[in-house]
């Protein structure tokens, strides 16, 4: 008794397949065109912090008050961040920091992040970044507790 021969099928593409000739796709490009999104980026963030660090948010009357703080006395978690904005502008990290700790932390992370991707762009590699479930609701709960915590008097140093 012989068995019948089976057609041949190809193998199920793996499912990285699309990311590699995303990949390929994207190291083709010439220098320029890999770097336009990251270095569009950075003009305008520059460009944000330069406005920040010249109009000076400690004056009244330039930036909206926070709605939070108006109506309850609470501070939210984004409170003197255009504070801490302008003084990291002006070199000032002690007073950034005194402002608000959690910005100043987002400021290093979106420092770094940009430094990766134009890394990346430059070697022809795209950048993509995944943040699992676990890392978004960490990220959450630590806002939540600087919020809370800031609101307390015995953390009264990290309100702005």
């Known amino acids: 008794m012989t068995a019948e021969p089976t057609p041949q099928t ?41 406005y920040v660090g010249a109009v000076d948010p400690n004056e009244p009357g330039h930036y909206p008050v926070c709605p939070l703080l108006r109506l309850t006395g609470l501070y939210c978690p984004g409170c003197g961040g255009l ?42 590699a795209p950048t993509r970044i995944v943040l699992r479930p676990a890392w978004w609701w960490a990220i959450g709960t630590a806002a939540a507790l600087f919020t809370v915590i800031r609101n307390l008097p015995f953390g009264s140093g990290l309100a702005p």
Not at 16 to 23: D, F, G, I, Q, S
Not at 86 to 108: F, S
């Open 10 to 50: 190809a193998p199920p593409s793996p499912p990285y397949l699309p990311e590699l000739r995303e990949a390929e796709e994207f190291r083709r490009r010439p220098l320029r065109r890999r770097l336009l999104a990251p270095l569009a980026t950075l003009a305008g963030v520059g460009a944000a912090f330069a």
């Open 83 to 124: 504070r801490s904005a302008h003084a990291v502008a002006h070199g000032d990290l002690v007073t950034a920091l005194g402002a608000n700790a959690l910005a100043v932390a987002g400021y290093a992370v979106c420092a770094v992040l940009m430094v990766v991707w134009l890394v990346h762009a430059v070697r022809g």
